[in-house]
């Protein structure tokens, strides 16, 4: 796809949230007494106590898109580096960090991909559609805990075909045993127009290559989703992880002729190794 000048504003957008990302780390904002020196900067960056790192891998068993009926199964990295809890961070999906944070509460940015679709991947419900490119996306973050509950939101600005996306969700974890941790969430997910049309909208010429109906997507609430996780320490260094999730597409993303199954499960596990 050739890139229009709100594609390079977009894409200097994300350099620059990276860079803040990066430097604004050291203290709390709102208690920040004095400049931090670039020696003590250099110091805690390359503190090997300060960073915890995580290589593996495993396997998703998932929709082959949003609302498609067929099913495959894809391997997945399970690949981080955090810095502090997570004050910096990278992983598959982004690099990132929270600038800006409190007892409770944090903000912050990350950059990462989307990564798509192509109509090989559905053939049977794709045929004539094209693909989405994959492309940048730059994510506002946000964090609040409150008691034993948890709420974030993010919301993800993307190229012309990304558009824009906001997600709220809240959560909770519990230690059933030294061991044994489990995760639940729940949340929603808008998207603007732009978002809707490229991945659940029928263009004319889409309409004439597929032999779908022409179909306009509006903005509105995409999708409500819940999710539960278990994470579980076999020893000091090796953790395995089991994900399920369930994704119900909602509005114009539920009535689209795309979507031939309006309710997505997804299974993954994971096995890492933390140093």
């Known amino acids: 796809m ?40 250099s110091s805690a960056l390359f503190a090997k106590e300060n960073w915890a790192f995580a290589l593996g891998g495993g ?35 982004g690099i990132g960090g929270y600038p800006i944070y409190g007892e409770n509460y944090k903000i912050g940015a990350s950059i990462g991909p989307s990564f798509g679709r192509e109509e090989k991947d559905d053939r049977e419900n794709l045929r ?3 693909d989405i490119d994959m492309g940048l996306i730059v994510n506002l973050l946000g964090e609040y805990d409150f008691g034993p509950m948890k709420l974030s939101g993010k919301i993800s600005k993307g190229d012309e075909e990304y558009g824009t996306t906001a997600k709220i969700e809240v959560s909770k974890t519990f230690s059933l045993t030294e061991k044994l941790k489990l995760k639940v969430a729940a949340g929603n997910t808008w998207a603007d127009e732009e978002h809707m049309q490229s991945y659940f909208g029928i263009s004319p010429a889409q309409a004439m290559r597929s032999g779908y109906n022409q179909y306009e997507a509006k903005s509105g609430i995409k999708s409500a989703g819940v999710s539960l996780g278990t994470f579980y320490s076999i020893t000091k260094s090796w953790e395995a992880k089991v994900m399920l999730t369930a994704d119900k597409l909602l509005s114009d993303a539920a009535d689209s002729p795309l979507t031939k199954k309006d309710l997505n499960t997804a299974t993954m596990v994971t096995l890492s190794y933390k140093f």
């Open 2 to 41: 050739p890139y229009t000048s709100r594609s390079i504003s977009f894409m200097s957008l994300a350099v620059l949230t990276a860079i803040f990302t990066l430097n604004a780390f050291g203290k709390e904002i709102p208690n920040r007494p004095e400049p931090i020196q670039t020696e003590q900067v």
């Open 59 to 93: 396997v998703m068993y998932r929709a082959k898109y949003e609302g498609s009926n067929n099913y495959h199964a894809i391997l997945i990295p399970d690949i981080s580096a955090r810095y502090k809890e997570g004050l910096i961070f990278a992983n598959w999906n």
């Open 128 to 130: 004539g559609v094209g």
